[in-house]
């Protein structure tokens, strides 16, 4: 059993900055693999980021160069750093490991 725990998020103006916390517990002996997705409204959930080890990240192509996805094993949490936020943003997000899900943290992107 995983327990996936998300925070951080909230309102922010077009170009503003956020970062997101996942914190998890349970049995999770690895940080490999976790990933953070979205689902905006009327929308499918849709991958963002993934961390596989410490220095190999993938991103997709939409948040690529905005979004960077990172870890602390000592905390047991993957964050996401979003910059340069836009209005398409504007989602629930969500991460992910393996098949656990987390209940997911709304990020507005508003003026």
């Known amino acids: 059993q995983v327990q996936l725990v998300e925070s951080g998020g909230g309102l922010v103006q077009p170009g503003g900055s956020l970062r997101l916390s996942c914190a998890a517990s349970?049995?999770?002996?690895?940080?490999?693999?976790m990933g953070w997705y979205r689902q905006a409204p009327g929308k499918a959930r849709e991958w963002v980021a993934r961390?596989?080890?410490?220095?190999?990240?993938d991103y997709a192509d939409s948040v690529k160069g905005r979004f960077t996805i990172s870890r602390d094993d000592a905390k047991n949490t993957v964050y996401l750093q979003m910059n340069s936020l836009k209005p398409e943003d504007t989602a629930i997000y969500y991460c992910?490991?393996?098949?656990?899900w987390g209940q997911g943290t709304q990020v507005t992107v508003s003026s």
């Open positions: 349970g049995s999770i002996f690895s940080l490999n693999g």
């Open positions: 961390i596989n080890s410490r220095v190999t990240t």
């Open positions: 992910s490991y393996k098949s656990w």
